[in-house]
């Protein structure tokens, strides 16, 4: 399985002709409603985006992406992600036949992808994401704070992460560095991934500061480079 780091906390998985995308910024919404500018290209143009799944954690607009969703070809793309994203993507032309709603503890699969939302400290039905993969955990942690809660599953079960991809940026509802270096410590992951950096000068971190704050431990650390691919099994 591939994976590219879309910037912010947005993720494209692919495996064969199959493709999810996490958290998906590709407009300049934030822009046109809080003034804020982006720091980087978009990956495409909105018109040329294509995926078999649209996967959002919250409705805030640099992860469900209303633009991109009407901007897109459809065609037949599921969209599962907390019912909060309901109304929105209904007004964005998506079919209800094509929205997953999803609560903390619920599954989503689609071919070899089985998803599991789990807690999030950010919106009401904020979500994080757990990747199932050939026996390996995949801990998207979505936008949140840290709280006695985040890194558990609905079962109080504790998130052993082989791979954590965890928010830095400190603001707007977010975990600070230092806060993303304890909760990586917490499910004990064996990589450690920062993002919700790099964006917006508003909201940004700086990642070196991650890295540098888990050198006590026997956790690696990768920053991903935007928009190339890596072999998942392999961070």
């Known amino acids: 399985m591939q994976i590219k780091w879309l910037g912010q906390a947005g993720y494209e998985l692919k495996e064969g002709n199959c493709t999810i995308l996490l958290d998906p910024y590709f407009s300049d919404l934030v822009e046109k409603e809080e003034g804020l500018k982006r720091l980087v290209p978009a990956p495409a143009a909105c018109k040329d985006v294509k995926a078999d799944v649209i996967l959002y954690t919250h409705d805030h607009i640099d992860h469900l992406d209303s633009d991109l969703v009407r901007a897109m070809d459809k065609g037949s793309t599921i969209f599962a992600g907390p019912g909060s994203g309901y109304e929105i993507l209904k007004a964005c032309g998506v079919p209800e036949n094509n929205i997953r ?135």
């Open 101 to 235: 709603c999803m609560k903390r503890g619920d599954h989503f699969q689609h071919g070899v992808f089985d998803l599991e939302a789990v807690f999030a400290e950010h919106t009401p039905d904020s979500q994080g994401s757990v990747l199932h993969y050939h026996g390996r955990e995949y801990y998207f942690t979505g936008d949140s704070l840290l709280t006695p809660e985040v890194g558990y599953y609905a079962d109080k079960e504790l998130i052993k992460a082989d791979v954590i991809f965890v928010c830095i940026n400190g603001k707007l509802g977010n975990m600070s560095v230092e806060e993303a270096i304890t909760l990586t410590k917490r499910v004990q992951a064996e990589t450690g991934v920062p993002n919700h950096y790099g964006m917006f000068a508003e909201n940004t971190e700086d990642p070196q500061k991650y890295i540098n704050g888990m050198k006590d431990s026997s956790c690696r650390t990768v920053v991903m480079e935007k928009g190339r691919a890596y072999n998942l099994e392999k961070l």
